[in-house]
């Protein structure tokens, strides 16, 4: 049971090119969201899928698309990357009930754009 | 929607000291509170979290919370600290019936021996 798990751990684009980053977790969770963290600003929700075939905005979605490709899987693309995207990406799921449950994250992606 | 204030971006504390770090939330309703900890080059790991049963919750390593509704606070204690509670702390409140969590900016704790 390897829980969440993200590719890759780091990764520097420049300016203008394009990446996808991957999620997958193996706990059979229908939750599942991607995070970007900074310093001093905290972990804010990009995009958010609540089950397979459903993706919803979160607080930045700007720069970014989304796939949940299906239950398990559920990518982050960034069509043009800019130096303001550089952060760590998180992905998190969370077991069926919704908010009662705790989040489970990723080990993160470090993304550095120049 | 929600937000959650943590007081402080850096708090230091002595080897056995007490750990306090502050968690506020913005809600007319109780929500579900968490408490998470991340340690360098890792992801967050659940510490604690309250969901109307007891007040008082207790986590891993020692930690405990105290849902306080008068005060819309979720505090997070610990009685003696240890130089491996070294990470960063964050709290984080979701909604009885919403799929989105919020998350607070964060404290790091120093531990000095």
């Known amino acids: 049971n390897a829980g969440v798990t993200q590719t890759p751990k780091f990764q520097v684009l420049k300016t203008g090119q394009s990446m996808t980053l991957q999620c997958a977790q193996d706990?059979?969770?229908?939750?599942m969201y991607w995070y970007r963290q900074d310093p001093g600003m905290g972990l804010r929700l990009i995009y958010y899928s609540a089950s397979e075939g459903t993706t919803d905005k979160g607080e930045v979605p700007n720069g970014y698309n989304v796939s949940r490709l299906n239950k398990r899987e559920f990518s982050l693309r960034l069509e043009s990357a800019a130096p303001s995207q550089t952060s760590v990406y998180f992905c998190?799921?969370?077991?069926?009930?919704?908010?009662?449950?705790?989040?489970?994250f990723g080990p993160g992606t470090r993304l550095t754009v120049l | 929607a929600q937000s959650v204030t943590q007081l402080g971006s850096h708090v230091s504390v002595s080897e056995g000291a007490l750990v306090l770090l502050r968690c506020n939330y913005s809600?007319?309703?109780?929500?579900?509170l968490f408490w998470y900890v991340q340690y360098p080059n890792q992801g967050l790991q659940l510490l604690l979290k309250?969901?109307?049963?007891?007040?008082l919750v207790k986590g891993i390593n020692g930690f405990e919370a105290e849902f306080k509704k008068s005060e819309t606070s979720f505090h997070l204690t610990k009685p003696s600290a240890h130089m491996s509670d070294a990470a960063e702390y964050f709290c984080a409140v979701s909604e009885w019936t919403g799929n989105q969590f919020y998350f607070g900016t964060g404290t790091s704790l120093t531990v000095i021996p």
């Open positions: 706990m059979n969770h229908n939750s």
């Open positions: 998190a799921s969370i077991a069926p009930g919704g908010g009662y449950n705790e989040q489970f």
């Open positions: 309250y969901t109307s049963a007891a007040t």
């Open positions: 809600s007319s309703v109780p929500p579900y």
